[in-house]
């Protein structure tokens, strides 16, 4: 299924400080006295925040949601839903440890669990293998992956438009038993002010899962997570405003008020947004255990149109229009985790 396209969008957002911000460089300093010791990282000379340390925190928020949520019941009934199909399905926490070297889940508690690894361990030989890995990873890595999956969200760098306003700050380090200076002082280079812009790109997810990635964005927005460095002293406040949202479902159309796959299977009323579940709802998708009812209503003012080539497109600008969107897939992240 995920060498195929039923599903795809991208994200388009701005980064505002929010006070200081901080992504240091891996090397900074050397032996130019006029360099501070810590800067900002650079990309031909321009500051510009990678991608991976915005998806680093996106995914270790989508982590703490999904371990605040998670639960032992919930564990056992998404177990059930799974054991539809073999009798051996272990089960699988919302979210693991990515890092992690343990292979057999041990409860609630388990901070060493990977499912990627639990995966390995298996050597799993059989015709349905990438099946069985997607429905025995955990539901964060079934977005983000891991060492047996590949993700499905890719955070390209954000780079800035117009000037940026950066200033050097200075600082120690306090040695925590005797409370004297243990490293310092040390200057570092934060910025300010000015704007960056980036792009989410994503496929193949359901509501849910795109659910999920909008609440941990929205904690970014909303203040609630930082990013970089010195999040303890105040730093890597930021504001982010979406500006635009697209997706493109490649294999369907619409016809009659509703939209279906090219093949002619009604997927949905054109009025509701369609997941990854609904598209794949035939026996070939069956062994991915993906969720049945994987559409919701669109809200108001928010339609499909035919895409110029082939397709069905969904485009919405404005911040507001966008986070409309995430709170109409609420229902299906309540319905993930038992709701």
Not at 84 to 96: F, G, I, K, Y
Not at 99 to 117: A, P, Q, V
Not at 137 to 158: E, K
Request: aromatic share 8%; proline share 5%; glycine share 10%.
């Amino acid at each position: 299924m995920h060498k195929a396209i039923f599903f795809e969008g991208t994200i388009d957002f701005t980064i505002t400080p929010d006070g200081p911000i901080l992504i240091k460089a891996g090397e900074t300093g050397g032996a130019d006295p006029t360099l501070p010791d810590m800067e900002f990282v650079r990309s031909r000379e321009q500051i510009y925040i990678p991608g991976p340390s915005l998806k680093g925190v996106v995914r270790a928020q989508c982590e703490r949601i999904c371990r605040s949520l998670d639960g032992e019941q919930l564990q056992r009934t998404r177990q059930e839903y799974r054991r539809r199909l073999r009798d051996d399905e272990p089960v699988v926490p919302l979210a693991d440890n990515p890092l992690g070297s343990g292979t057999r889940y041990k409860g609630l508690d388990d901070m060493d669990y990977s499912s990627g690894r639990a995966i390995e361990s298996m050597n799993l030989n059989e015709p349905d293998r990438t099946a069985v890995i997607y429905r025995r990873s955990s539901f964060v890595s079934q977005i983000f992956g891991h060492t047996s999956l590949a993700g499905r969200v890719r955070f390209a760098d954000a780079y800035p438009e117009g000037e940026l306003k950066v200033e050097q700050r200075n600082g120690v380090a306090i040695d925590r038993i005797y409370g004297s200076v243990a490293v310092g002082p040390f200057n570092y280079e934060t910025v300010v002010g000015g704007t960056f812009r980036t792009t989410i790109s994503f496929k193949n997810l359901t509501l849910a899962q795109f659910a999920l990635l909008g609440l941990a964005l929205r904690d970014l927005a909303d203040g609630r997570i930082a990013i970089g460095f010195g999040k303890s002293r105040g730093l890597g406040r930021v504001k982010v405003d979406f500006t635009a949202l697209s997706l493109y479902y490649p294999t369907c159309t619409l016809s009659n008020g509703e939209v279906r796959l090219l093949s002619g299977r009604r997927v949905a009323a054109a009025n509701e947004l369609v997941g990854l579940g609904a598209l794949c709802a035939d026996e070939a998708y069956r062994a991915y255990a993906l969720p049945e009812e994987d559409r919701v209503p669109l809200p108001d003012g928010i339609a499909y149109t035919e895409d110029e080539f082939l397709g069905v497109r969904l485009n919405v600008k404005g911040n507001e229009a966008v986070r409309s969107l995430w709170r109409a897939c609420m229902p299906a992240w309540r319905r993930e985790i038992g709701l």
